[in-house]
């Protein structure tokens, strides 16, 4: 309870860190002024005084780093520094900037569209309801082991075979020759 | 790491000093906490006051002391600190447990030899 209701706190004075920032330093302008009065009032010359004072309070910049490691959301603040900085000195390097930009993109664009056209012929399965029973049909002759149909043994095969639910010719390119590309629903 | 533990303890009972400081003295700006610290310890305490504001807004943080803008002696503007209901009874709590550490503490320091037999 007491974490979560600091986190807000926090949160909070994320939002409003200026004015954080100002609190403190007027708090701690306050906190040696009042000292050196004190200072005076014991006898020591003003100077001297406010001296002492501040030496009493410690090292302010290293209370302002603990008050605002304290204060704020320390890694957010943090982060948002380290872009900024990062921006900066990319801007101050326009050219290198530029050409780490197009040799990335170059390698994105390269490697993703390497990959989605073997996705697309490789490894999509064919856009039919069951794609592990499609089959290629090949003849077999005295002259060659696998060999194309003739337009007109496909028309037979199409009208005459049974085991198929359908049966598609596909003309291959170059080849001139026909071959069959059929679904098989019989399954073996 | 052994620095950072001895902070950890410091951090720890500063925190109810300077509740234990409000609950006596009410509200109170973070110059004349210091002060009051500085006095009741009799300087033993080597602190540097500065170390003092993270501990106020830690317990600010926490619901245990609120803050507002008031004038000063010298009539300057500052931030003048003061207990909350919830700070109270945290330093109830805390009070009770720093005096039943104190007394066991005190038990071992005083046990001898004989009274162990």
């Given amino acids: ?188 | 790491m052994a620095t950072k533990q001895k902070t950890d303890v410091l951090q720890g009972t500063l925190a109810l000093m300077v509740l234990k400081t409000l609950d006596v003295l009410g509200s109170l700006h973070g110059y004349g906490i210091a002060r009051r610290i500085e006095q009741i310890s009799g300087g033993l305490l080597a602190v540097n006051q500065g170390t003092l504001y993270p501990v106020l807004l830690k317990l600010e943080q926490e619901g245990a002391i609120a803050s507002e803008w008031g004038a000063s002696e010298n009539n300057r503007r500052a931030r003048f600190y003061r207990l909350t209901r919830e700070g109270r009874k945290q330093l109830q709590v805390e009070t009770q447990d720093w005096e039943q550490t104190a007394a066991i503490i005190a038990r071992f320091f005083e046990a001898k030899a004989e009274d162990l037999s």
Wanted: net charge positive; no cysteine.
């Fill in chain 1, 1 to 188: 309870m007491k974490s979560l209701r600091r986190f807000f706190s926090r949160l909070a004075s994320f939002a409003t860190r200026r004015t954080q920032d100002e609190r403190l330093r007027e708090e701690i302008d306050e906190h040696i002024a009042l000292q050196t009065d004190e200072n005076i009032r014991a006898g020591l010359p003003p100077v001297e005084a406010r001296r002492q004072a501040m030496l009493k309070f410690g090292g302010v910049e290293a209370i302002k780093q603990e008050y605002r490691a304290a204060r704020g959301l320390l890694f957010v603040e943090n982060f948002v520094q380290d872009v900024r900085f990062a921006l900066r000195s990319l801007r101050r390097t326009t050219g290198l900037t530029a050409f780490v930009v197009i040799t990335l993109a170059l390698g994105i664009g390269m490697t993703s569209g390497t990959f989605s056209m073997v996705d697309a012929l490789v490894f999509r399965p064919y856009p039919v309801p069951h794609p592990s029973s499609v089959v290629t049909l090949a003849s077999t002759t005295r002259d060659s082991s696998f060999d194309d149909f003739s337009y007109r043994e496909y028309l037979d095969i199409r009208d005459k075979a049974k085991s198929y639910d359908g049966v598609v010719a596909q003309r291959r390119y170059g080849s001139g020759r026909l071959q069959r590309r059929t679904r098989d629903h019989a399954a073996y």
